[in-house]
């Protein structure tokens, strides 16, 4: 059983007319694995997970979850799967309670059972008689998480779970789906954010406008990440971008109004010495981002070429 | 298509057409049927009034209406709904006068129709009943229906 | 690809009463339960109650009889012509709309509510769902139907009297005829009341929207309302689904005729087979992207 994998994606491609959402998105992921599903907007991380939860179907290739699809299985496909699609949604004129009740009732077996625990887990408790409508952003969320735990699932899979929430909830959050993660649940977690992915994942699918730009793990994709970028602000950026071409291990960027300087602390000191030498002054200097956020930029932003040739980018573990 | 929809489309199109076809044939609103369901809702209704106004002996049998309908003049087919129905309606009175008037009926699509008569033959909208009341009179102005496939 | 330890663990600890599965009824009986927890429905079942004995109370004061409707002029003669005019008047709008109220509205509202993802993500199905939606829109329906006759005819007759009725070849029907003629006039509405029914069910599935899926069936009553009372259109006509609500005529005259009821249990099954399979189809084959 427990070599069965988790979600088994593969080549699965879904088209709305002309566009192509998701194209041809292979993906494993084994049973107790955390797994990030990386991009940016309209990447197409959302639209892969509902043919996932079969609300939408695909237009080729085959998806398996826990072993189990669709077109054979129907409902029981989801059978120990549980999750939400961008923010979850409740009906506004019913209590949380009742929701989860609904819900429950919904799932079968002894969910029903397990509602004081959800909510407890998520912190509910003493709101779950007021109706949902009345509920704030956050609380719409937390609700979220315990109707996907009613279901005990195996897997649980979140789209962007932190999306849209305060500094404190979004803390929060992370260390409720931390939490998840660490008992053992395969979780499924969507965003586009590689701060959020980073610290919990072991594997992670990159992907941009529908195709995937890496798979693997986060050790790997860690020592691929470029060197620490710099924002470099100068007298004149347009001379000293200039003076970048040509440098051996070393990416300069226009960004945001100031420099983007990737590259070995080498490469980077050298780079600074001739732009001094050149008569420009320096303004600013300052550690831009965290490396690999700045490799998840490279991967989703800039032209193909210029990602690191390396990068494994079959899926994890791909089967026959 | 969805072999679901398709069985469902059929089943639906062949009660339609069962439905269109046990009533085709153009209209409901035929002479014969007005003319008979007026003749009996008339002498029905006749009856009553006599029961309000005190007249023995008075029963549809006796009363022998008839009705003799035309739609719209010489020159207009006699069937189909219109408020342009003229009918002669023939009877015998409780006092074995025989009397005859014209009726404007209005025939409904629904083959239901709504008759007046003249005022001269019927009395007015309300009569005397036999303690000396104003009662609405039954046959000035009634309702009646028929089948319309009969 | 090795999986954890503790992923077997949960695996074999999964209890066994989690394998049992929800069916239709229990879907059914949420579908209920969110009804009654709305105002539209309860509301809706409540004017259908007191609607009725406000209208036979006007209705007794007035001086003129509505004479343009069937049995209008016989209010005052009658308690039993009463529920009969209002069972007519009914028919032109009032019955597509207090079905339409929640039929119209209880697929378009998960559109509404981005609530399609919440419970399509659980252990029911499509079809379960349809299934329920569509079965708590005809209970609704009938619910509504039962509570207009049985306050009408009870105002009526408390407030008019339970004298006999006129009836549509002017025989005198003596009250304790009546009575039961009445009330199967009534039952008549039930199959097109279900027709119209599967029609707002299929606007509401197909337009997403509350707003079309409750107005949709009044246009459509009236529009075939329309094209039924004009002459030339018999053919036409047949297959209304307004025809079935005035078969009831043939109950109260004196030969009674039946061929109008049947045709009218046709047409009306045939509306709702054809809606309730068009709307099943869309909404199994539908890509839930909303929410
Ligand atoms: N129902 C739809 N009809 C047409 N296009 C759609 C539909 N849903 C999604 N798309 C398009 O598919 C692409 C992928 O969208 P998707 O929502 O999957 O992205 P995402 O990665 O989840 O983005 P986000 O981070 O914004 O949630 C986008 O270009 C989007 O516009
Ligand atoms: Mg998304």
Redesign the pocket.
């Known amino acids: 059983m427990s070599d069965i994998l988790a979600v088994n994606a593969v080549d699965v491609t879904k088209r ?2 002309a ?1 192509t ?2 194209d041809g998105i292979s993906m494993a992921v084994a049973q107790g694995e955390v797994y990030g599903v990386l ?10 997970l509902r043919m996932l939860f079969g609300l939408i179907r695909p237009d080729g290739g085959t998806l398996q979850v826990l072993g189990r699809t669709w077109q054979r299985d129907g409902t029981r496909a989801l059978d120990g799967v549980a999750g939400f699609l ?1 923010s979850p949604r409740f009906y506004p004129y019913l209590s949380g309670r009742v929701n989860l009740e609904l819900l429950a009732g919904l799932d079968g077996g002894d969910a029903p059972t397990r509602i004081d625990r959800v909510l407890d887990t998520v912190d509910l408790t003493g709101r779950d008689r007021d109706k949902v409508g009345g509920y704030s952003f956050g609380m719409r969320q937390r609700l979220g998480v315990a109707a996907a735990l009613l279901r005990e699932p195996r897997l649980l899979v979140l ?2 779970p932190a999306n849209g929430l305060d500094p404190a909830g979004i803390r929060d959050m992370r260390a409720l789906v931390g939490q998840l993660a660490a008992s053992g649940l395969t979780v499924l977690l ?1 965003s ?1 954010d590689m701060g959020e992915v980073e610290q919990i994942c072991d594997n992670v699918t990159i ?1 941009r ?2 195709t995937v730009v890496y798979h693997g793990t986060i050790a790997t994709l860690r020592e691929q990440a470029p060197e620490p970028a710099h924002r470099l602000s100068t007298s004149d950026d347009q001379s000293a971008l200039a003076l970048a071409a040509g440098r051996p291990g070393l990416t300069v960027l226009a960004l945001d109004g100031a420099l983007a300087v990737r590259g070995s602390l080498d490469a980077v000191d050298a780079y600074l010495s001739a732009v001094v030498r050149h008569g420009l002054a320096l303004r600013a200097l300052s550690l831009q981002e965290a490396p690999l956020q700045s490799l998840f930029f490279m991967l989703t932003e800039t032209s193909p070429e210029t990602v690191p040739g390396s990068l494994d980018r079959s899926p994890t573990g791909a089967r026959p | 298509m969805h072999p679901i929809l398709k069985a469902a489309l059929t089943g639906g199109l062949a009660l339609a057409a069962a439905a269109s076809l046990s009533g085709c044939g153009g209209t409901g609103v035929t002479r014969p049927r007005l003319e008979s369901a007026l003749a009996a809702t008339f002498a029905n209704l006749y009856v009553q009034q006599a029961g309000i106004l005190g007249y023995s002996g008075v029963s549809v049998a006796q009363i022998a209406a008839s009705a003799a309908c035309d739609k719209g003049g010489p020159r207009v087919a006699d069937a189909g709904p219109g408020a342009d129905w003229i009918c002669l309606v023939t009877f015998t009175d409780h006092k074995q006068g025989t009397h005859q008037g014209k009726f404007e009926v209005q025939a409904k699509s629904n083959a239901c129709f709504v008759a007046g008569g003249p005022s001269k033959l019927v009395g007015l909208t309300t009569i005397t009943d036999t303690h000396g009341n104003d009662v609405p009179n039954p046959v000035f102005e009634f309702d009646g229906c028929f089948d319309p496939r009969a | 690809m090795t999986a954890t330890t503790s992923a077997r663990i949960r695996e074999v600890r999964r209890p066994g009463a989690a394998n049992r599965r929800p069916g239709t009824p229990t879907a059914l009986r949420w579908e209920l339960r969110k009804l009654a927890a709305q105002a539209r429905a309860r509301y809706t079942l409540l004017g259908s109650l007191l609607a009725p004995v406000l209208l036979v109370l006007v209705l007794d004061g007035q001086q003129r009889p509505p004479k343009d409707n069937i049995y209008g002029r016989h209010i005052h003669d009658s308690g039993y012509a009463m529920p009969l005019l209002v069972l007519g008047f009914a028919a032109q709008w009032v019955f597509p709309l207090l079905t339409a109220l929640v039929a119209g509205d209880i697929f378009a509202s998960e559109d509404q509510h981005g609530t399609w993802k919440t419970v399509l993500t659980r252990s029911v199905s499509r079809t379960q769902i349809f299934w329920a939606k569509t079965v708590a829109s005809v209970l609704f329906a009938l619910s509504v139907l039962l509570l207009l006759a049985a306050s009408t005819i009870t105002a009526s007759s408390l407030i008019v009297g339970r004298q006999s009725l006129v009836g549509l070849t002017g025989q005198l029907l003596p009250s304790h005829a009546a009575l039961p003629l009445v009330l199967a006039s009534w039952a008549t509405a039930i199959a097109p009341l279900i027709g119209f029914t599967a029609v707002a069910v299929l606007l509401s599935v197909v337009s997403r929207n509350p707003a079309v899926g409750v107005v949709g069936p009044v246009v459509i009553g009236l529009v075939m309302q329309l094209a039924g009372s004009l002459g030339g259109l018999d053919a036409v006509r047949h297959l209304l689904l307004t025809t079935p609500f005035e078969s009831w005529h043939g109950l109260l005259t004196e030969d009674r005729f039946s061929g109008p009821l049947i045709d009218g249990l046709l047409v009306s099954a045939g509306w709702t087979v054809v809606c309730l399979a068009v709307a099943y189809a869309v909404l199994r084959r539908r ?1 839930i ?1 909303g929410g």
Do not use: I, R
């Open positions: 709305y007319g566009l959402a998701v991009g940016p907007n309209g990447a197409g991380k959302t639209t892969f961008e789209d962007e969507s586009h992907m406008t529908g | 890509d992207t």
